[in-house]
Each structure stands twice: as structure tokens, then as C-alpha cells.
């Protein structure tokens, strides 16, 4: 070789570092796979708090609106409570005519104070009908008993009607002890109290014999 021949690069010198251009790629490549993962969770958080927020805010206004209507029908209740218990208190009827009043519900606010008059008239009308079904409903105790009485009035004393006929016979040979005479007895044979006919004395002078006839 002499002085003048120009040196021939070899071939590794000539290439270039391929290794360290594949580095520099794949940081890169990780470097925006990280920050796009960042902004996607980002925004995912977001939106997360976005909605969470928004049903926070609809669920706190529907439980306001609910509160709202509960607190207005028991307001609405209450007054209405307090004025049943005034128009009982003022009206002759009591609490039926509170009951009268609630029957016609049909009517206007218009004609508020003409329902109260009417359920009024109604139920006074009411109590007195009552009344008088309970006074002509009372009977005196021998009706109401089943027993008619029987006899005549002569001026303003009663006399008592002696039934001649005998409600029931004893038969001879029954089996059985005789029923005994009591104060309040009386003789259908005599008409006197204290026996039964079956011991009258009177008969059995007459007769000179006891009949069987109780």
C-alpha cells in the first residue's frame, strides 16, 4: 500500500446505530401511551363527577319536592281538621252535621257556607226522627213481655178475668212428683189464691169428692 491510497470505512463504520434510534422510539411511543392514558382517565374522572354531581342535585331536589307536597297536604289537612271541629262545636247538630257536610263534598267553596246550613238541617232533622222513633218504639212491660193482661176497667180500678178453662189435666198413674201450691196460685175452681183446684176445699163440700183438674 502506498502513501497516497485512501483508506476504505468499513462497514460498521459506515451504518448507522440502529439500537439506539429503536431506544429513543420506543420511550417515546411509552411517553404518549402515558399521557394519553392520563387525559382518558382524566376526562373519565370528569365526566364521573359531572354525573355524580348532576344525580346529587336531581336527587336533592326531588326529595325538596317531595318534603314540599307532604308538608302542603298536611297543611291543607290540619285546616281542614280545625274547621270540621269549629262547625261541630258551633252547630246544634254535633258532629252530625260534620258528617252531613262531608256527604255533599260535590259542592263548590262558593257555596261553602250553604252546605254547612244544609248538612246542618239535615242533621238536626235527623236527631229528631230519632227521637221520636225511640219514644214511639217504647211498650209497656205486659206487651213487651208477650202477655196481654185480661180483664175489664171499671172506673179506675181493674178486675181481673177468671179463665174457666184449664190449660193442661193431670192423668192418673203419671210418673212424677205433683207440683205444690204456691202464695200466688190460683184456684180456677174458687178463684182464691194460695191452691190449686185439685185441693179446693170449696169443691169438695159441693161435690163431696177431689177432682183432678189443676
Known amino acids: 500500500m502506498s502513501d497516497t491510497e485512501v483508506p476504505i470505512p468499513s462497514k460498521e463504520s459506515v451504518e448507522p446505530d440502529r439500537n439506539s434510534d429503536e431506544d429513543v422510539s420506543n420511550a417515546d411511543l411509552f411517553s404518549l401511551f402515558t399521557t394519553y392514558m392520563n387525559s382518558t ?23 325538596k319536592g317531595r318534603a314540599t307536597k307532604l ?7 290540619r285546616k281542614k281538621r280545625n274547621k270540621l271541629i269549629r262547625i261541630a262545636d258551633k252547630s246544634e247538630g254535633g258532629w252530625n252535621t260534620v258528617q252531613e257536610y262531608l256527604s255533599d263534598d260535590v259542592a263548590s267553596n262558593s257555596e261553602d257556607e250553604k252546605r254547612i246550613k244544609a248538612a246542618e238541617r239535615r ?19 205486659a206487651e213487651a213481655a208477650g202477655a196481654p193482661s185480661q180483664g175489664t176497667h171499671n172506673g179506675g ?10 190449660p193442661f189435666r193431670v192423668i192418673q198413674g ?16 174458687c178463684a182464691n189464691f194460695g191452691h190449686l183446684a185439685r185441693d179446693c176445699r170449696a169443691k169438695d163440700k159441693q161435690s163431696g169428692y177431689r177432682g183432678d183438674a189443676v
Open 71 to 77: 308538608l302542603e297536604e298536611s297543611s291543607k289537612i
Open 174 to 189: 203419671q210418673a212424677g212428683p205433683s207440683r205444690q201450691a204456691k202464695a200466688g196460685d190460683m184456684c180456677y175452681s
Open 123 to 141: 242533621a238536626v232533622r235527623k236527631i229528631q226522627t230519632t227521637k221520636t222513633e225511640k219514644k214511639q218504639g217504647r211498650k209497656r212491660p
Open 41 to 63: 382517565l382524566a376526562g373519565i374522572e370528569r365526566n364521573l363527577d359531572d354525573k355524580t354531581q348532576s344525580l346529587a342535585k336531581k336527587s336533592i331536589l326531588t326529595v
Open 157 to 166: 180500678s181493674f178486675i181481673p178475668t177468671i179463665s174457666t178453662q184449664q
